[in-house]
């Protein structure tokens, strides 16, 4: 099983919709979760933290469920700038950050 | 804004080779990284530094080695390239501590003939 998991897509959503990625890591020592998106041939960059509690930012919400090692990404009323790969990235415990292989979104006109 | 420079966005060198690629952080980051990313391998570790004249292996080491002479910068040195080197290449940095992010340059797209 690979350390981190994340649904391939590709997701194809219109302008508008909401959209839900999922990821599950294998680690359960993992301490610190985030999430990252990455355009085409571009560098990954920081979306967002993943805290326990869950949190917030704006069209953004990540929840973490560390009992089922299990890390969503929901993205509310999308926008066609949303369009890039989402990288879930896990730390777990005196480790590297392990990458999970991204999934990818592109959102239609 | 955390800022990470990466000293080429393209490069091309020929088999044989020794190529350097430089990583400049101005945020007084103790760590940082080198990764490289494939299509369908997603980032790889090469190497890392906690701290300045210190490197640890990642994933992925051999054929390559690092040098951090300062605490701004963090080179990765491909002694001899070869073509199963061509790939883009990411470098990071974070602070120390639990739970820091890591920021990426602009990547290094290295080809090699």
């Known amino acids: 099983r690979k350390e981190v998991e994340q649904d391939p897509g590709p997701f194809n959503v219109p302008e508008g919709a909401t959209v839900a990625f999922n990821c599950t890591y294998s680690?359960?020592?993992?301490?610190?979760f985030f999430w990252y998106r990455q355009d085409c041939r571009k560098e990954p960059k920081l979306l967002m933290s993943v805290y326990s509690s869950g949190n917030e930012d704006g069209r953004f919400t990540a929840q973490l469920n560390r009992a089922s090692q299990y890390i969503s990404l929901l993205i509310r009323d999308s926008k066609l700038s949303d369009s890039a790969t989402y990288l879930c990235?896990?730390?777990?415990?005196?480790?590297?950050?392990?990458f999970g292989p991204g999934t990818r979104l592109s959102v239609l006109p | 804004d955390v800022k990470v420079t990466q000293s080429s966005r393209y490069l091309v060198k020929r088999t044989g080779e020794k190529v350097f690629l430089e990583c400049v952080q101005d945020m007084d980051h103790e760590n940082m990284f080198w990764y490289r990313q494939d299509p369908g391998l997603g980032l790889r570790l090469i190497y890392f530094?906690?701290?300045?004249?210190?490197?640890e292996k990642g994933d992925i080491p051999e054929g390559y080695s690092v040098s951090r002479e300062k605490k701004e910068r963090f080179s990765l040195i491909l002694e001899s390239a070869s073509t199963n080197q061509t790939s883009m290449y990411l470098c990071?940095?974070?602070?120390?501590?639990?739970?820091?992010?890591?920021?990426f340059g602009d990547g290094t797209r290295l080809s090699i003939l």
């Open positions: 990071a940095s974070s602070p120390q501590g639990p739970g820091q992010p890591q920021h």
């Open positions: 990235v896990v730390n777990p415990y005196g480790q590297n950050f392990v």
């Open positions: 530094s906690y701290d300045v004249k210190m490197k």
């Open positions: 680690n359960s020592a993992s301490q610190s």
